[in-house]
Each structure stands twice: as structure tokens, then as C-alpha cells.
């Protein structure tokens, strides 16, 4: 193997640097909701606290999880009594699946050369998330904040995946869409990494990140330079 390559899940496996917030705001406005993202985003905040608190969120799939999280935003926003949960639901869950399968086909290339292994930030259930979405063979560590009991950017969750036994994490490299969470933690345990970011995005450190993509389908080529 040439080394180790993590991923985050939010925002990075499952999309191109675009948070759930946003993405359930656009199924939020499809589905006729009218409150503006800021607005929007202060509730989606609050029904993540809540899923986190959820009695048994340690066994949902992600569909299970999708749902959950629609249940608890939409009583939070002034106009969701009136929208179709399962709309919005179904919106996100179809966008979503249709992201990770098309990054399917980079984790099967670089699974060939590579272990691979996830830091998340996650209520405890991510392995059944990606069992669900039918990735989760491709990963040999998933560091989920919710079971690991540490959360990023504490570097201790980074360390859990690093010293997995049986992994050669020498070189490895972190692939992230945030950037305090992802890529400055990472960067100072002397991983290399990548951000995943619109260009309009401004790095906030002079020698960081190692290296950037629009779409994570690029880091192959960034991988192999």
C-alpha cells in the first residue's frame, strides 16, 4: 500500500464541500419552505444538537438518520408545520446517494493503492451510514466522534485512525471540506492534506492546505502528482 488517505464524511464523501445545512435548505425550498438560509441554518443547528441526544441514533442508517433530522428541524422553522416532511426527506436522501455513487468510483481506485479510512464528526452510527450507501467495505478505520468520544479538531480523533493496527499510514493525507476541523489538525500532526472548497473560498494559512479540489473526484490526479 502507498499510505493512507482519511476522509471526512459531511460535506467531503458525500458532497462537493457543501454542508447539510445547505443541502437541506435547497430540499427545504423545493418543497415551498420561504425562510432564508440564515435564519434556516440557526434551526438546523439546533435539530443537530438534538440528534445527537436522540435515544437510540447509534443504530439509525442513514435513511433512518435523514428522517430523524427532518423530524426535528421542521417544528424549529416558522413555516415547517405546513411542509411535507417526507418530500424534503426524500430530496436530500436522493441528492445525497447520488453523490456518494459517484464518488464510488474514485474510492475503488484508490482502494487498490491505498488504505482509506474516515474522521467524522458523527452521532455514532456512521459505519451503518456507510454500510447503507454501500461504501463501507472500501474503509479500513472510521473514527466516528460519537463512538470515539473526541471530536474534531481535537487532533486525538486523527490519532485514533492513525494508529489503527494494521494500517500503513506513512505518508498520509486528510481530505476535508472544513477547513479549522479538517485541514489545520490534520496539517499540524504532519498529514498532508486537501480542501475541498469553491475557489471563491480563501485559505486562512500561508503553507496550507498541500493541495485543493473543487470536486472530489480530482484527487486522484492530486494523489498521483
Known amino acids: 500500500m502507498r499510505g493512507l488517505v482519511l476522509f471526512d464524511f459531511g460535506g467531503t464523501l458525500d458532497a462537493d464541500g457543501s454542508r447539510w445545512s445547505v443541502r437541506f435548505h435547497a430540499a ?5 419552505g420561504k425562510q432564508a438560509f440564515a435564519a434556516f441554518d440557526r434551526a ?16 439509525l442508517g442513514f435513511r433512518a438518520m435523514v428522517d430523524a433530522q427532518t423530524a426535528l428541524l421542521l417544528p424549529r422553522l416558522t413555516d415547517g408545520a405546513g411542509l411535507p416532511a417526507r418530500t424534503i426527506a426524500d430530496h436530500f436522501h436522493t441528492a445525497t446517494c447520488a453523490v456518494v455513487r459517484r464518488n464510488e468510483v474514485l474510492l475503488q481506485q484508490l482502494h487498490q493503492s491505498y488504505h482509506l479510512g474516515v474522521v467524522s464528526n458523527f452521532t455514532g452510527n456512521l459505519e451503518l451510514c456507510l454500510e447503507e450507501l454501500g461504501v463501507m467495505r472500501y474503509f479500513a478505520v472510521v473514527a466516528d466522534s460519537g463512538r470515539v468520544g473526541i471530536t474534531k479538531p481535537d487532533p486525538r480523533l486523527f490519532q485514533h485512525a492513525l494508529g489503527w493496527p494494521g494500517l500503513v499510514s506513512t505518508p498520509a ?5 472544513n477547513y479549522d476541523s479538517d485541514i489545520r489538525p490534520a496539517a499540524a500532526l504532519g498529514l498532508s492534506t486537501v480542501w475541498l472548497a469553491p475557489a471563491s473560498e480563501k485559505p486562512r494559512d500561508k503553507n496550507l492546505p498541500t493541495a485543493r479540489i473543487s470536486t ?8 498521483d502528482s
Open 173 to 177: 493525507w486528510m481530505v476535508g471540506d
Open 216 to 223: 472530489l473526484s480530482d484527487l486522484a490526479r492530486v494523489l
Open 44 to 59: 438546523f443547528r439546533e435539530s443537530d444538537r438534538a440528534l445527537e441526544r436522540l435515544s437510540g441514533i447509534e443504530r
Open 28 to 32: 427545504y425550498q423545493a418543497a415551498g
